[in-house]
């Protein structure tokens, strides 16, 4: 996924951006009957969990160490290490029909992200869907950011391993309208629009 490939996940606890994402990735799921999922950079865990407690059918892979051990603590059999970049995915899942792939917080830290999205239409099926967050990036927001002196941090330059592709609802719909997807849904949360801190995206694989 980059060259800093381990976060160095230092508990299974979820993160503070799950409060805001996760309401609308369950209202994109729907029901969790006849749904096997695959959490495509999963980190530590965190949203897997509590999408089983939930009754979906999900396993996680990623390619940071720390991360799937602290997920496997408690699903030994739900996790894999596994970098998008090989393009095939971990054994013990080969076996598997994913009907959906959630990705959250993932391609704003990847340098190829038309590789991402090949890897993801080679798991699933005609019509399967892929959904995915990532930081929300519009004029209003940026032109707050500007006016307000917080690009640097915003851009989070020092951060090895961060952020280093930055979207937008039109630059996302174009990579995966590219890719052979459909957009269907889009979501922005965290905060009120057009400030939102992430958008939420649904599309459907109809090559």
């Not at 503070?16 to 009957?33: E, N």
């Not at 002196?149 to 989070?156: A, I, P, Q, R, S």
């Amino acid at each position: 996924m980059s060259d800093y490939k381990d976060y160095n996940f230092r508990s299974a606890f979820a993160g503070q951006h799950l409060q805001y994402l996760l309401p609308g990735i369950t209202a994109m799921l729907g029901v969790p009957k006849g749904l096997t999922i695959l959490d495509i950079g999963c980190g530590n865990g965190a949203l897997a969990k509590l999408l089983l407690e939930k009754g979906y059918n999900i396993y996680g892979i990623d390619a940071s160490e720390t991360g799937i051990q602290w997920a496997k603590q408690s699903h030994p059999k739900r996790f894999f290490l596994q970098d998008i970049t090989s393009n095939t995915l971990p054994p013990e899942l080969s076996v598997q029909r994913f009907n959906v792939l959630i990705s959250t917080e993932v391609i704003e830290h990847l340098y190829s992200p038309r590789e991402y999205i090949l890897f993801c239409k080679n798991i699933l099926p005609f019509g399967g869907r892929l959904i995915l967050s990532t930081p929300y990036h519009g004029y209003w927001k940026n032109l707050l950011l500007a006016l307000t002196g917080h690009m640097d941090n915003h851009f989070t330059a020092l951060w090895d391993g961060g952020h280093i592709k930055f979207w937008s609802k039109k630059t996302l719909t174009k990579l995966l309208t590219e890719g052979g997807f459909q957009v269907t849904k889009f979501k922005g949360v965290g905060r009120m629009p057009p400030l939102w801190k992430s958008m939420l995206v649904e599309a459907k694989f109809v090559p």
